[in-house]
């Protein structure tokens, strides 16, 4: 069983930064896919970055260059690194976790572990 606990998520300036942090409780077995996706109120979940058990990481292209997603297994923690934050990033952000493999995705459907999420507000 996997239990995700995100925090991290506050309220900041547009142009701010953040870090949010994921407690894994046990890694999936290798392979596996970490993501971070979030959700607006009235907007479906979607995928925000997703990292790879062999550490291919991949980016929503709303998010590109300016967030960055990495972990540190001994840890049991994931990050999102978000810089150059904007009004349109302000969303609850969920950590999710399940196997996978080289590549993983940035749907909903292929993660069956997610964390209770964390909000995080930009205002302008």
């Known amino acids: 069983q996997v239990h995700l606990v995100e925090s991290g998520g506050d309220s900041v300036q547009s142009g701010g930064s953040l870090r949010l942090s994921c407690a894994v409780s046990r890694y999936p077995s290798d392979p596996y896919c970490m993501g971070w996706f979030r959700q607006a109120p009235g907007k479906e979940r979607s995928g925000v970055a997703t990292?790879?058990?062999?550490?291919?990481?991949q980016y929503a292209e709303a998010v590109q260059g300016r967030f960055t997603i990495s972990e540190d297994v001994p840890k049991n923690t994931m990050y999102l690194q978000m810089d150059s934050l904007k009004p349109e990033d302000t969303a609850m952000y969920y950590c999710a976790a399940d196997t996978g493999g080289r590549y993983c995705p940035g749907t909903r459907a292929e993660y069956n572990f997610w964390g209770q999420g964390t909000q995080v507000t930009v205002s302008s």
């Open positions: 990292l790879s058990s062999d550490g291919v990481t």
